[in-house]
């Protein structure tokens, strides 16, 4: 019973990020608003506003990275790349809950090419890091949700 609850609720955590997606892919000029608050909260934080040499060249480079990284194009770009990975992966789940081996694979490619192509386009940077960590974490409990099954397939064949 458990197996088809968490098949369903990882069916929807992807639909979910494939929807969201979509909506970036088609509103990428949000990043804009994202970006400029990202660095007035930078620059308003109370701790990096000392005028020490190291924490000043901390801010003005995050700040750079950010006006270099967060680019409507590049967001754009990355949510195309979300959306089709993501829908490898929702394929590979299905497979997966169809008693499939091969939705491993899928699941694996789907979500390694976001993270791939996350960190390709944003760089190995706290950007990278921060766009491609939840991915991460699901690849996690995905690999975790298949480990679980076969076990869960292998003590009903006893």
């Not at 494939?18 to 934080?45: C, F, G, K, P, W």
């Not at 996350?118 to 960590?133: D, L, P």
């Given at each position: 019973?458990?197996?088809?609850f ?8 992807l639909?979910?990020?494939i929807?969201?997606n ?5 509103n ?16 308003n ?5 000392d005028s020490?040499e ?7 480079s ?5 006006n270099?990284t ?10 195309l ?8 992966a929702?394929?590979?789940l299905?497979?997966?809950r169809f008693r ?16 791939f192509s ?8 706290i950007?990278?890091w921060?766009?491609n ?7 996690g409990?995905?690999?975790?949700y298949y480990?679980?099954?076969?076990k869960?397939?292998a003590n009903?064949?006893q």
């Amino acid at each position: 019973m458990w197996p088809k609850f968490f098949g369903v609720i990882f069916t929807f955590i992807l639909a979910f990020l494939i929807a969201t997606n979509i909506s970036s892919y088609q509103n990428s000029e949000v990043i804009e608003e994202v970006r400029q608050s990202a660095i007035q909260q930078i620059e308003n934080n109370p701790y990096l506003a000392d005028s020490n040499e190291q924490s000043k060249s901390f801010r003005e480079s995050y700040i750079l990275e950010l006006n270099d990284t967060l680019t409507v194009k590049k967001y754009e770009k990355s949510s195309l790349h979300r959306i089709v990975g993501n829908i490898i992966a929702l394929l590979g789940l299905m497979l997966i809950r169809f008693r499939k081996s091969i939705g491993l694979h899928f699941v694996i490619g789907g979500i390694g090419f976001v993270v791939f192509s996350g960190f390709f386009i944003f760089g190995v940077s706290i950007v990278g890091w921060a766009m491609n960590i939840g991915y991460i974490i699901l690849l996690g409990m995905l690999l975790l949700y298949y480990y679980a099954i076969k076990k869960y397939e292998a003590n009903l064949d006893q």
